[in-house]
């Protein structure tokens, strides 16, 4: 499984973005056994979760991000979206995807994320 992240930017405060995450090398039946997380590390941080979706369609998000991101994915594509609305100057970061598969732990590379004030 090999992932690649994409969408990151410069934006105003209070703009949205749309971060993709293409899994490729993954037929259909792998694609959906795969639970995605997104996750971002701002400078002299930890890296973070900030959502997931599982294998089973559940998702989870991190407070200072619920009610303006939402993860989504399209099996036709395999394809796992980040919608980033209302975004903050705090949201500045890295942003990566993960899936984990058979045990397994993938990253893409990062996405620049900033968020002027």
């Known amino acids: 499984v090999q992932l690649q992240a994409s969408g990151g930017g410069l934006v105003q405060a209070g703009g949205s973005l749309r971060l993709s995450c293409k899994a490729s090398?993954?037929?259909?039946?792998?694609?959906?056994?795969?639970?995605f997380g997104w996750y971002r590390q701002a400078p002299g941080e930890q890296r973070e979760l900030v959502a997931s979706l599982n294998r089973g369609g559940s998702t989870s998000y991190a407070d200072s991000v619920k009610g303006r991101f939402t993860v989504s994915r399209d099996y036709a594509k395999r394809m796992v979206y980040l919608q980033m609305n209302s975004l903050k100057p705090e949201d500045t970061a890295v942003y990566y995807c993960n899936g984990r598969w058979s045990g397994s732990d993938y990253w893409g590379q990062g996405t620049q994320v900033t968020v002027s004030s």
């Open positions: 090398r993954a037929i259909l039946s792998t694609f959906s056994g795969i639970d």
